[in-house]
């Protein structure tokens, strides 16, 4: 997986990038097999530049003024989640949690030796997809939940519009997805959608 793994670099803007840090982040990540495909600036144009190149991790070198960073990564990964590795010397708690808080998967300390980017950025990668997985769990129940709630309101309509039983609502919402080739919720929302036109 590291052989392929496309990572761009971000730097704050008013930090050089020849700095004696970036250099030991291009020879870690050289030294790792992993392909940079960009080190870019934090600025306004951070978002686009990242849709752009799509790629599977970032990597901030912050040395100091992390909060800084961090606003520009937020927007850049908003809408597509991507695992950040922070690495700083910005030891300071709140900004740990801050960044933490805003998605960062690993907020690494003085730690910028070569030999220790790619056990890091393995742990990081993995912490991202565990949480990703629970992410995508809780979204499912959500929907799950919403969806259960509208088939309840429809066979309650029905139940009181016709005079059935539980059993016998859930049977007709049942039949008439089937004959619609629907999933449930969408048979009982349409239901619920007539009746508020209908009044």
Avoid: C, W
């Amino acid at each position: 997986m590291s052989r392929n793994l496309r990572i761009v670099l971000v730097h704050p803007p008013q930090e050089r990038e020849a700095s004696q840090r970036a250099a030991a982040l291009h020879a870690g990540l050289t030294e790792a097999g992993y392909e940079l495909v960009a080190s870019l600036p934090a600025d306004f144009h951070l978002p686009e530049r990242v849709a752009r190149l799509q790629p599977d991790m970032i990597i901030v070198d912050a040395e100091s003024d992390a909060r800084d960073v961090l606003e520009h990564i937020v927007v850049a990964t908003r809408d597509e989640r991507r695992p950040i590795v922070m690495f700083t010397e910005d030891d300071n708690q709140s900004s740990m949690e801050a960044a933490l808080e805003a998605g960062v998967s690993a907020y690494i300390v003085a730690g910028l030796q070569p030999e220790r980017i790619k056990p890091v950025l393995n742990v990081a990668l993995a912490r991202f997809r565990k949480e990703q997985k629970l992410l995508d769990e809780l979204e499912d129940t959500k929907l799950k939940l919403a969806e259960r709630k509208v088939v309840d309101r429809a066979k309650g309509l029905l139940m009181t519009r016709h005079g059935m039983t539980e059993d016998q609502a859930y049977q007709r919402l049942r039949t008439m997805a089937m004959n619609k080739n629907l999933k449930l919720a969408e048979i009982a929302q349409r239901i619920l959608d007539v009746e508020d036109l209908l009044g």
